[in-house]
Nanobody
Framework: VQLQASGGGLVQAGGSLRLSCAFS????????MGWFRQAPGKERDFVAA????????SYTDSVSGRFTISRDDAKNTLYLQMNSLKPEDTAVYYC????????????????????WGQGTQVTVSS
């Protein structure tokens, strides 16, 4: 499995960005997906996750209501729509995936993912 994240950039506070993560190598439809982020000097933290059915999602509290995770199985692509961005959202964002035995399974832990993308930088200026 290979993941390629893109879409990061520099944006002013209050602005929006959409991150994409292209998936290849296996049947995308059987894999749960997630986004994590890592700010300088900090640990990599969970941001959002989606089941392989797309029917279940989970968000960390700080982004709930501002970020939306989605997937397009026809394009083998995961998305993270980020609105109302804040300076504290500045980080390198990573997409991750792992095979899911359950159609409704959402993986929210770092250790629950086997495959990781290379990361894309998001910088929010105040």
């Amino acid at each position: 499995v290979q993941l390629q994240a893109s879409g990061g950039g520099l944006v002013q506070a209050g602005g929006s960005l959409r991150l994409s993560c292209a998936f290849s190598g296996r049947d995308f439809r059987s894999y749960s997906m997630g986004w994590f982020r890592q700010a300088p000097g900090k640990e990599r933290d969970f941001v959002a996750a989606i089941s392989w059915s797309g029917g279940m999602t989970s968000y960390t509290d700080s982004v709930s209501g501002r970020f939306t995770i989605s997937r397009d199985d026809a394009k083998n692509t995961l998305y993270l729509q980020m609105n109302s961005l804040k300076p504290e959202d500045t980080a390198v964002y990573y997409c991750a995936t792992n095979f899911a035995s359950s159609i409704r399974r959402v993986i929210t832990t770092l250790g629950g993912y086997k495959y990781w993308g290379q990361g894309t930088q998001v910088t929010v200026s105040s």
